[in-house]
């Protein structure tokens, strides 16, 4: 699989109510770990990486992606091509379509399938 850019949600250490940096004390710190592998990996396979904040995808709750028929809702559940979704699978779909907002993209093609913004799977 060719991958031209990959888009990774960026982590910060806040210090701030509710956020203490100081619960971390002893950590592994997994997150910005993983991040610097996949930094190093991109590196080396000159993939562009595109670092995306959490609130950034602010603009795309799920009842956008709803309208855009993105996503289906069932209930209280929503759906991707058929497959029940979770927050992270839901969290990456944001991400993805805040950066092709950005870069103008219109149609864009994942795992043999086009999508654009009126295609509901």
Do not use: H, N
């Given at each position: 699989m060719d991958i031209d850019v990959a888009i990774i949600e960026d982590y910060r250490l806040y210090n701030h109510s509710g956020m203490a940096a100081a619960q971390q004390?002893?950590?592994y710190?997994?997150?910005p770990r993983?991040?610097?592998?996949?930094?190093?990996?991109a590196y080396h396979n000159g993939v562009?990486?595109?670092w995306q904040m959490a609130r950034d995808t602010a603009?795309?709750?799920?009842?956008?992606?709803v309208a855009r028929n993105i996503l289906r809702k069932q209930g209280n559940r929503y759906y991707l091509q058929g497959e029940k979704t979770n927050d992270h699978i839901r969290s990456a779909l944001k991400h993805l379509h805040r950066w092709l907002a950005k870069n103008e993209y219109k149609a864009?093609?994942?795992?043999?399938?086009?999508?654009?913004?009126r295609t509901c799977h």
């Open positions: 004390a002893g950590s710190l997994e997150t993983l991040l610097g592998l996949l930094e190093y990996w562009d990486l595109t603009a795309y709750k799920e009842d956008v992606l864009y093609f994942i795992d043999g399938l086009t999508y654009s913004d």
